[in-house]
């Protein structure tokens, strides 16, 4: 029997496939946090979602670059790739701290290319592009051109290396791609209060550690944010010490999230009494006694991670890549005077050890999470209590998403 071809539909399925996800996503967020559930496995695994975040939420938000320890000297520079962009974080002297794209003006050469040999982090006088040695100060413009000093352009330094619009947050150095997010200090002035005792404009990084992820950024968000694992995958190293069962998140913040980490009874009894617990290196100048009885997670969303103790900070850099790949550094502050004592080479070295046996456990998970996500078996299953931060996190995507079709219908009526 003759068949006919069906005939072709005429939508764009990838965009059919996006808006339901987005809808999957705002529902799940409408439900209360007795009801919650994790996401659909597309969430984690669909390009075409995360090019849309990449989009929309990635670039259109701050993310956090540098740490201002950094970039104490004029010509400090902390290059990286970021959502396809190749940067130069910069202290250019009086121009203060820029965000540089690393894109000659000539004709699109990386001026500091590792390819090339050039480091990630180190000092510099200016940007020599290796491919026709145009130069360009710290400050971005063009200082001069072979054989083109009489090029208008180049005589009146109208060139420049781009400059993103970037901020200096609590000691972090943020950019925003779109160049059109609210001002840090709006967004995230609801932190100060937590944050501002530690002083971690004057922290120093003792450690700087990358990894290469085989799993989703928001993977990472949510197992660094949730409490709930202590209980598993760190039974051993957290859960004596932060128990799982008495962690507890704050009251939902529009773009950040702050989850309280508890110490066990017996070490807050012993603080109380005065026998300040966990420290290794000195605790930051100027702490509350309730400072010095738990440990606590942060997230300025969309993806600046801090884990702040007493006597250190964790910052980690998070450099998403595609769906299911993404490269991050997990960096530790601590005050400078600690690195006076006598004992100190030792200290670090338990501590940067500490550092990599938690975060290991945290990589085998999320490493085995992204690929159960991508199994035909999944279903997103309900969360538990101390998993608010995902219910958050998911009421935070929601709100992108909506802005976004709000945003989109505007301009459909114009
Ligand atoms: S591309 Fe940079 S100098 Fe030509
Ligand atoms: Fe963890």
């Given at each position: ?32 946090l007795?009801?919650a ?346 969360l538990?209590?101390?998993e608010q931060?995902l219910w958050l996190f998911q009421r ?19």
């Amino acid at each position: 029997m003759a068949t006919t071809a069906l005939p072709t539909l005429a939508i764009d399925s990838s965009q059919h496939n996006l808006d339901s996800l987005h809808r999957a996503i705002c529902s799940a967020a409408q439900k209360p946090l007795a009801e919650a559930r994790a996401l659909p496995a597309a969430a984690f695994t669909d390009p075409s979602h995360f090019a849309w975040e990449r989009e929309h939420i990635l670039r259109r938000q701050w993310l956090s670059v540098a740490h201002v320890s950094q970039l104490q000297y004029t010509g400090d520079f902390v290059n990286l790739e970021l959502l396809g962009e190749r940067i130069s974080v910069v202290n250019s002297g009086d121009g203060g701290i820029k965000v540089l794209s690393r894109v000659c003006a000539h004709r699109g050469m990386d001026v500091m290319p590792p390819e090339f040999g050039h480091q990630e982090q180190g000092n510099c006088t200016q940007y020599r592009c290796p491919y026709h040695h145009w130069v360009y100060g710290l400050d971005g413009n063009v200082k001069g051109a072979p054989f083109m000093k009489e090029h208008p352009e180049i005589a009146e330094k109208s060139l420049r290396l781009h400059e993103f619009t970037s901020a200096v947050w609590q000691g972090f150095v943020l950019v925003n791609f779109s160049g059109d997010a609210a001002p840090v200090t709006t967004l995230f002035a609801g932190l100060d209060s937590y944050l501002q005792r530690w002083r971690m404009e004057e922290l120093t990084m003792v450690a700087d550690i990358g990894w290469d992820c085989p799993f989703n950024w928001k993977v990472l968000v949510e197992n660094f944010m949730e409490p709930y694992h202590h209980a598993g995958a760190h039974h051993t190293l957290f859960q004596p010490i932060m128990p799982a069962q008495g962690c507890w998140t704050d009251a939902e913040g529009e773009h950040f999230q702050v989850c309280h980490l508890p110490l066990s009874e017996a070490l807050q009894q012993k603080v109380k009494q005065g026998e300040p617990q966990l420290l290794s290196f000195l605790p930051m100048p100027g702490l509350l006694q309730s400072d010095f009885l738990e440990w606590t997670v942060y997230l300025a969303a969309p993806a600046t991670l801090l884990f702040v103790a007493a006597d250190r900070v964790y910052w980690y850099r998070l450099q998403p890549l595609a769906a299911d790949r993404m490269h991050i550094r997990t960096t530790m502050l601590v005050h400078p005077d600690s690195v006076a004592a006598d004992n100190y080479p030792q200290v670090l070295a338990e501590e940067i050890e500490l550092m990599r046996a938690f975060h290991l456990e945290d990589m085998e998970m999320c490493s085995a999470v992204q690929s159960g996500l991508t199994s035909a078996t999944y279903r997103p299953g309900p969360l538990n209590a101390l998993e608010q931060p995902l219910w958050l996190f998911q009421r935070y995507l929601a709100r992108q998403i909506e802005q976004h079709s709000l945003a989109r219908s505007e301009v459909a009526r114009e």
